[in-house]
């Protein structure tokens, strides 16, 4: 008798008997898994859905429900604010973002279908406000709808990409619309008579020859035979709490100590390894410290521990906060000047580390060398007077000259602040969410969606809010019905 | 009948017939596949080699012949130079240069032996002159032994791991020490008995249940079944010179144009994956563009595009080169007064792109803001004439300071200047060079060593001179002993 392993398919020959049979099972109960089941159910599949822990939710209903959406010459949202946002900087930005890790197919796939996923969205239930917060948000404090929630109105995107805000947020008023989010397309795949098994884990894929034909879940300390005629969904999100898988594949994580996600322990990526598709861009993360918080602070400027700036502080904070994990020293410091200081979010946990009445004072209280920091700061000062960012490209009205003191420098440390991440590193699928072979070749009944694959968000210095959950929901939609049809 | 595939082990219960039959069969003729070679025969195995090209080399071939070598009280030439090389500083060394992807049982393993290693080296031949040669080299252009051939003296190495010099270079005279070290192992292994079969490309590997058995190879456009009775030791290098497996799993490359190697297809790696084997760290690479010669220029300071320093320049030149690749702009600039400039090599692709009789002249001519990079170079001079560099702490006497005029900007372009690299991520090996699947097992049978496996070299940040053929040499080694074994 074989051995029931993450690593490696049960011979469907070997099956002792059938404790469940479906045409589709889709594991994990994210937003990933949820769109899966709403579409394979929707196609007429007879649909499961196994999760691993008592409900629904996954990393998306810790997340803000905010979901990146535009092109087509603009949503409703969009185009209300006055954005005619076409398909083809939509599909630009998307594939920048991705840098050298894009996948062109998904991009140009998710850009052309963009619009009508918000149709979708809307059709399950999902309530949109349909108005634009201008300003410079990690998520709505209110209800609104849409907010700049990436680099696009920043250097280099702004030059090849016509700017647009695309981050669409749930109706919710304020953070955390990953739940409602959930809560809704939960009821949706109920509604369509999607059997939900929770606190079942699963454990193997099953195949007969190539081909995936089911799973083995563990039920109360039980292996249960799930058969899965027409197939299997993958949503079961990335490695973030996996520090084995970490230490392997994304060890750069290690500089930082606050792996934000739900149970997401790679299973996904090792039981479709197993099957022989391939992971790619393991080493990707997402990182942010939540320094736009005030947002005021978003007008401040970042210096390494040479004094050095890094990078146009107007792109997305995540970004931003990506290069600064880049920078040697183990820190990096937010500077701002007495009419752009409000004290920092606690959770933050950045410290005033230097303050003083000229930057030179400054400086000199961070134990940098004389004329580093200061330098610095009167070259952007004298610059960001006459509205320019000779070295950077940072765009007004976010450059501001910060020459009104007293001074004061915020330590970004990376061992100590909430630099909160994940991983972006998984399966390689297809843009139809297939899971692909090393050739390319698809596994037949295997399909894979959300953070177990590398989907759009595939570069850490590319993020931006909103493309996890866009990824999430198209693809878990596209892999629900490729698996529907078997 | 089952396909042969890079992908799939062949079953061995469909081996029409064995055409060869031997102990071991080892896949590729570099420096590792030598070493492997030389150990299973030495240990009374029957070995055969095959080859896809007509002759011995692979990218060791086209290599200095340089190899790191330290530990154990040092090597007779540290020792004559004065340098007491201890096994913890050489530990900690090479753990400090794996950075994020250092394997510390490997770097344990080749510290405590690297001495025994090199009096192996010697007693199968290898030449030594034993003389240590001060200065800054790629390679010697004599035929001097020692060498620095990493960033050991820079900071922050230099600071945690005593400094030593440990690129050992084969007596040969002049650059392409590697040739005469492949002939000479070459030599050994045919003096021994092994077979060695060329024009003979490994196209897939034989299993029997879980264990390999043995290799399918590839001749006079046949496929010929070989079996291997205790085991085969894929030495085929890595994956530089595979456009696909780049795209996919090294996509940063592609910011650069000269990759080295000889035909560093990834075949190695891609038979390790079908058999259950797992591949790492494939994002990282080795990248250098030879900025050091003449040797003089190694005292130039290097900026990017802003104007900024980024990297304390007197460590190795490729830990330099990776870092500059590293910055925004597409370009960085060495900078070199009239003291320490001379024509730079043609090959390297290094441009002038800049002169002044002032640093605020250069500055201009390179289209850079006022106060840029003159203020960099201000600020450098001043503290330089202290023996100071509070940015990055540069050493002397490489800190020097650039002040005599005229000045020169030499422009290192990714996309035009001569930086070649390859790639070090590949399948995850024991400290024994065992094939390791994804749960941390051994494959029974397989066992590989070369830039097919993530090895000493392991972080492009931290690559030194030397580590490549250390880990071919002595892990191709490891390999051969326990694929005799069986």
Redesign the interface.
Known sequence: MSEVSL??PFPASQVPAWDMETDVAVIGFGAAGACAAIEAASAGAKVMLFERNSGSGGASGLSGGEIYIGGNGGTDAQRAAGFEDSTEAFATYLKMAGG??ADEAKCDHYAAESLNHFAWLKAQGVPYRGNYLPGKHIEPTDDSTLIWSGSEAAAPFCHQAKPAPRGHVIQHMGWGGGRPLVDILEAKARALGVEVVVDARAVALVADGDRIVGIVVRIDNQNRFVKAANGVVLATGGFVMNEEMRR??C??T??LTTPIGDKDDGVGI?LG??A?G?A????QFFTTCPWTMPEIHAKGVFVNA????FINEDCYHGRVSRCAV?QHGGRVYLLLDNAHFIQPMDFAQMTIAGTGDSWEEVEAELG??A??LS?TMA?YNA?AHEGRD???DKQVPILTPLDQGPFIALELNFQTSYFSFFTLGGL?TSAHAEVL???GVPIPGLFAAGRCTSGLPAWGHGYSSGMSLADCTFFGRQAGKGAAQG
Do not use: N
Not at 306 to 309: H, T, Y
């Open positions: 690593h490696k050298p890790c392997k594949y060890p750069e290690f500089k090792m390894l197993g022989g391939e790619i861009h393991m080493e040479a004094g050095q700036r880049d940098m060398a004329g580093t330098a070259f610059h000779p070295l950077f390689k072979d090393r050739t």
